[in-house]
């Protein structure tokens, strides 16, 4: 067997022109390493694969109407991250009023959770059978919680977690609850509690002990797209250099580090390589071949695609919320975002029509992945209808947006792949991967900058992070203490972006 174990560091050419830094990838963690490294005049080169940067947190543009991919509410406990964002945007930054809920047989659900409106929406038998099940799930011996299944009914009961996790996640993922590890759920959910939520509906929330969900957030006036857009040409004002439509097709290791980077026909020899690329593509361009057991890894390592069709309806209003989750049986939209309320500046002035994403989820290959345009259009058309949020008729146009290796799978078996992915990197320690896919890990953007910083200090001050440690143990809640200030510096603890599950 090849031997994988960390070997001597072979010094690296100092950074200079002829040995840039080669940032891989365009998205939030690529540019934040080389905004950071150009702003210290570091020469840093770009390669992006597409024509446009922000990978999945970009902003898309048509006919004056601004649609962004994902959703993307800035908020964060980690203080130099928040620095970070109102550095690039300055007073392009607005605070936001925060509102999403749940669509749930034909009723919208608020969240936090109010009193009467559960009572009204679940109906009081139905309520009681969550409560029961809530304190059956409280008492019962919990057993092995490897799976999501297990992790969540162990914590909100099986009622609830048939009512509000089950349908969603498998939409989500493609796959039974049962082949979700628990980890995503830990990192996801942790710390919700449908019992202590309740309580204070009903009675209050004494002591102010009871955690809220942030009530507004920052988000750049047209769009996160903006933030990179403003980023990119600070990069370029600082002497860095941005490659679009430049994929990487080759990394040139000699044994102890990356010699060669090649994209789009032409050879980088960089002094030290940021990688945002996914796990299973760094490992498939090396060359030499990586070793037998990593290509394995790699290719193991799986992913979950996404899609969004975007449609401008000609109706004055279809709900307020930026988002709604769609736990609703019998369409295929898993989640619906009204651009009006992240900012007002995504519609174009004076237009009286709505701008919708709507969201779905599926494998690179198959039936909606592989659909035609016009069809999944016409499709989420009749959707928007048959929730009873806007008449078909009434869409003025439409069209779609795929990302590729949107979400990482956290299956059964992806842990040790990336351990074993891990042990190989360390031979080559001139390459830092950071950000969501580099890391295989469901990080938010401002976890993916962090990394990005993490890396550059790395480079630049000889310090000794562990990037992978990055998130490990943090819970992405968009909740607080009410006695808390939400933009504290807390690495471990930062911000979540749904109500009972969620997807970003």
Not at 444 to 457: E, G
């Amino acid at each position: 067997m090849p031997d994988t174990t960390t070997k001597p560091e072979a010094p690296n050419p100092p950074i200079t022109p002829e040995h840039p830094v080669a940032v891989l990838g365009g998205g939030p963690a690529g540019l934040t390493a080389a905004y950071l490294l150009s702003k210290k005049g570091q020469p840093v080169i770009v390669l992006e694969s597409s024509d446009q940067l922000g990978g999945i947190a970009r902003t898309q543009v048509r006919d004056g109407y601004r649609f962004d991919l994902g959703g993307h509410r800035f908020f964060t406990k980690v203080k130099e991250v928040d620095d970070l964002w109102h550095e690039i945007m300055k007073e392009e930054f607005l605070k936001r009023p925060r509102k999403s809920r749940i669509y749930w047989n034909d009723k919208f659900l608020e969240y936090p959770l109010q009193g009467m409106d559960v009572i009204q929406k679940l109906g009081p038998v139905e309520l009681t059978r969550c409560l029961i099940s809530y304190a059956w799930a409280a008492v019962k011996p919990k057993g092995r919680e490897d799976t999501f299944e297990a992790w969540v009914s162990n914590r909100f009961g099986k009622r609830l977690y048939q009512h509000f996790f089950k349908t969603y996640t498998e939409k989500l993922w493609g796959v039974s609850a049962n082949e979700i590890r628990a980890e995503w759920a830990a990192q996801r959910i942790k710390g919700l509690s449908f019992f202590s939520a309740a309580k204070a509906a009903f009675f209050g929330n004494e002591g102010n002990k009871i955690k809220s969900l942030i009530s507004e957030f920052n988000y750049p006036r047209f769009g996160p797209g903006q933030m990179w857009e403003q980023m990119a040409d600070d990069i370029k004002a600082n002497g860095g250099e941005i490659r679009l439509n430049a994929p990487v097709t080759k990394l040139v290791t000699d044994g102890s580090k990356v010699t060669e980077v090649i994209a789009g026909g032409e050879t980088l020899h960089p002094s030290h390589v940021i990688s945002s690329l996914p796990l299973r593509t760094t490992v498939g361009i090396a060359s030499p071949e990586a070793p037998g057991e990593v290509r394995d890894a790699a290719r193991g390592l799986r992913y979950r695609e996404f899609l969004t069709v975007l449609l401008v309806i000609d109706v004055q209003e279809i709900f307020d919320d930026n988002w709604i989750y769609i736990h609703q049986p019998g369409v295929r939209v898993l989640r619906i975002q009204n651009f009006r309320s992240w900012s007002p500046w995504m519609v174009p002035e004076g237009e009286t029509a709505v701008s919708i994403g709507m969201e779905y989820f599926c494998f690179e290959g198959d039936d909606l992945w592989n659909m035609k345009d016009d069809d999944l259009v016409a499709m989420a058309s009749q959707e928007i209808e048959k929730l009873h949020l806007a008449p078909a008729n009434k869409v003025r146009f439409g069209f779609v947006e795929r990302v590729h290796k949107a979400y990482p799978i956290y299956d059964e078996q992806y842990a040790d792949r990336v351990a074993t992915i891990r042990r190989w990197l360390q031979t080559l320690p001139n390459i830092q991967q950071v950000g969501r896919n580099g890391l295989h890990r469901y990080n938010n953007s401002d976890h993916s900058m962090l990394t990005a910083m993490r890396a550059v200090d790395n480079i630049l001050l000889g310090a000794d992070h562990d990037i992978w440690s990055v998130n490990v143990e943090s819970v992405y809640h968009e909740e607080v203490h009410d006695n808390e200030n939400p933009y504290k510096s807390d690495q471990n603890t930062p911000a979540m972006s749904g109500p009972l599950a969620s997807d970003r």
